[in-house]
């Protein structure tokens, strides 16, 4: 998907036998999902005009047009919901959308390039930035707060990060005669 669209959700499989699916809504209010409807796919091919019926356990249960029984919802399980960004609200200075974090460059304060988001992960507690560690395969979490992450710039993509310590590596250094 383009810039111009945000996820928002995920089809997380069929609730019931009636065709109502499970859904993830990554809004900040989570119901506002609904709002922001017609959702599309990843592809922006399908358009979905999603109805919330009630809050359930990790989710919502909700209504598509088109799905009529357990089968049609199973189909749409693991489908992620993108809602068009100029129908999203404005964020303030320190708030983004993880779409717009996701491929910026990590520097340290010091200016030595750290890495690039690959993800942003979220797993009940604060935002945590998977990074690609640069010139490594590896990755590491680093947390999003204002103290780890004291600059977002999204105008030069960069990041400048203070990392708290014991997130990144330890490089031994060369104690090699030669």
Known sequence: MSDS???????????????????????????????????????GKRAFALAILRPIK????????????????????GTKLFAKRTQLPSLPDD?????????????DTGGALLGRVKT????????????????SSTTTFLPFTKAAVPTVDLASGRI???????ILPVTKPDTSEG
């Open 120 to 135: 942003v992960q979220n797993h009940g507690a604060d935002d945590l930035l998977e990074l690609q560690l640069s010139g």
């Open 58 to 77: 990790g989710g919502y249960a909700a209504r598509l047009p088109e799905v009529a029984n357990k089968e049609d919802a199973d189909a749409l399980r």
């Open 160 to 166: 400048v990060a203070d990392p708290p310590e014991g």
């Open 95 to 107: 708030e983004f959308y993880h779409a717009d974090l996701i491929g910026l460059d990590v520097f």
């Open 5 to 43: 669209h945000i996820c928002v959700g995920v089809i997380s499989g069929s609730y019931g036998v009636k065709g109502e699916l499970r859904v993830k809504s990554f809004c900040a209010v989570p119901e506002d999902i609904q709002n922001y409807s017609p959702l599309s796919d990843e592809t």
